[in-house]
């Protein structure tokens, strides 16, 4: 979605960031979209979508964290 702003704004590092998230949540296949994308973007934006990755990591961490609790 964020990589063609399908329903939101267009943002192709909030792309990687989530592209990123994909292998680790059972969505493999999307390692072949994650890979072209890094190399369009270039090693600094994927630095940033890393970082953003880890974030959106942190953030559902805490989600489910908070889901358990109730």
Not at 45 to 51: I, K, P, Q
Request: without cysteine.
């Amino acid at each position: 979605m964020y990589e063609h702003g399908d329903g939101v704004m267009k943002d192709e590092v909030e792309a990687l960031a989530w592209y990123n998230l994909a292998p680790t949540s059972g969505l493999a296949d999307q390692t072949n979209h994650r890979d072209r994308l890094e190399r369009a973007l270039g090693p600094q934006a994927s630095s940033a979508a890393r970082s953003r990755a880890e974030e959106l990591r942190q953030q559902i961490r805490e989600m489910k964290a908070t889901t358990a609790a109730k």
